[in-house]
């Protein structure tokens, strides 16, 4: 479960928030419509967003492609 609350009601909905957090929810920190924080219970691994960086990364035409005998005997090194 996830729930969010804005920033500006965060102090009044403090202790609703802490017990959410306890019974394993996620809660979401809104500044208006952007999310700002994100309080999990200890241990949880923070759920994924899909799509939040789209287009931020875009692998080479030759990602897959073997890489030379230099880069393995380190003949290749860069200092």
Not at 5 to 19: F, H, N, V, Y
Request: hydrophobic share 50%; charged share 30%; net charge negative.
């Amino acid at each position: 479960m996830t729930a969010k609350i804005d920033i500006r009601d965060l102090p009044d909905r403090w202790a609703e928030a802490w017990t959410l957090v306890l019974k394993g929810a996620e809660v979401i920190v809104m500044d208006g419509l952007i999310p700002r924080a994100r309080l999990l219970p200890w241990g949880a691994a923070p759920s994924r967003v899909e799509g939040l960086h789209a287009g931020a990364i875009e692998a080479a035409e030759d990602f897959d492609a073997p890489l030379p005998d230099d880069f393995w005997t380190g003949r290749d090194t860069i200092l």
